[in-house]
């Protein structure tokens, strides 16, 4: 039987395709990498327990603002983060509360002028038994009440700090301590109430100490006591590192989060330290032993932790470790490995996935 030309044709091309596919160029493997390894040895660390905190002003230090009587805001000067000087004017109160109290005081100026003249006469009338004891008494006692009532009228004036004999209607408003303004509560054109019913126009604190307050768990009261020693971190200035004691360990307990409040006291020179800034309490504890890892050296599988360690043979096994905290250097991250190490074993820090068995097909 022949077989026509093309499908000969065809056939060799399709022989051929197959053979060059066949006997294509053998592709190497890539060599891979030898893993990275380190001596260790112990290292000696002291624990410590963190407690976050923030920066609050010491509460005895912290004076609001209210207005001395009802009337309107003008020139307001002060804005929060501000620092101001004691008996520096904030603002300017106008009022007619002020026209009442002088309107009373002159009132009072009067009884006094009327009271004394007829004490005057009551006196000559007296000597020459015109008037009887009694009714002397009678205009010695409405003298002295007249007096009386006009000195409650004068301190009335100036206790609103104005003068008995001004007559302006504006009074100024003044810092009672110098510090920093935390917050304002009006602004110039605002009218404020009386004091029974008035809002705070500012709230100044004084920063030259701090309050440093953190929340601790039930479970690490056995570790605090008033007056033990302890290192405060702002996270807001990384090298700054502040030492202090603890002033006060509260004796109630929050039932939400069912921590305790520390306080520290801080001296705050330069006032570097603001209202509210994070903070944290580190309190030392005991010295420990451990070997410090690359993050990289360790690797997990569930909730167990292993390193590759070299045996005498030459070749690593894979050995659990006890971890502790991660150390952060830089850009740096090394873990404490507490138990399952020895001095001068040979671990792999780069490289251990290598050895690692592989799941699956």
Not at 162 to 170: C, I, L, N
Not at 196 to 212: E, H
Not at 219 to 240: C, E, F, S
Request: negative net charge; hydrophobic residues 40%.
């Amino acid at each position: 039987m022949k077989i026509p030309v093309h499908l000969l044709a065809l056939s060799l091309a399709v022989t051929s395709l197959v053979a060059c596919k066949q006997s294509g160029p053998a592709t190497e493997p890539t060599p891979q990498a030898p893993p990275e390894t380190m001596v260790v040895h112990p290292q000696t660390g002291v624990d410590f327990l963190d407690i976050p905190a923030h920066v609050t002003p010491d509460p005895s230090h912290v004076v609001r603002i209210f207005p001395p009587l009802a009337g309107r805001i003008f020139d307001f000067k002060v804005l929060p983060g501000q620092e101001v000087q004691k008996g520096q004017a904030i603002a300017t109160l106008q009022s007619a509360d002020i026209a009442q109290a002088r309107s009373d005081f002159e009132k009072a100026k009067i009884e006094v002028i009327r009271a004394d003249r007829a004490l005057q006469r009551g006196t000559l009338l007296l000597q020459h038994d015109v008037l009887s004891q009694a009714d002397y008494y009678e205009l010695e006692a409405t003298d002295k009440a007249a007096h009386s009532e006009q000195e409650r009228a004068r301190q009335r004036i100036q206790e609103y700090g104005f003068s008995e004999e001004g007559t302006s209607d504006t009074v100024p408003i003044r810092a009672p301590i110098s510090g920093v303004v935390l917050d304002i509560g009006t602004a110039t054109g605002e009218l404020q109430r009386s004091l029974d019913n008035a809002t705070t126009i500012a709230t100044i604190a004084n920063l030259d100490t701090v309050w440093i307050v953190g929340d601790v768990f039930e479970r690490d009261l056995n570790t605090l006591k008033d007056g033990r020693p302890v290192t405060i971190l702002i996270p807001a200035y990384p090298d700054l590192s502040l030492t202090g004691r603890v002033a006060n360990l509260s004796d109630a307990i929050d039932p939400t989060t069912h921590t305790l409040k520390l306080r520290v006291v801080l001296n705050n020179p330069g006032h570097k330290l603001k209202a509210d800034m994070f903070a944290t309490i580190r309190v030392a504890g005991a010295s420990h032993e451990f070997f410090l890892l690359p993050a990289t050296a360790i690797f997990y599988e569930g909730d167990k932790t292993y390193v590759f360690v070299a045996n005498s043979s030459g070749k690593f096994d894979k050995r659990a470790v006890v971890v502790g905290r991660t150390v952060t250097t830089g850009t740096t991250k090394n873990i404490e490995v507490t138990s399952g190490l020895n001095d001068g074993d040979k671990v792999i820090t780069v490289g251990s996935a290598l050895l690692r068995p592989v799941s699956g097909d």
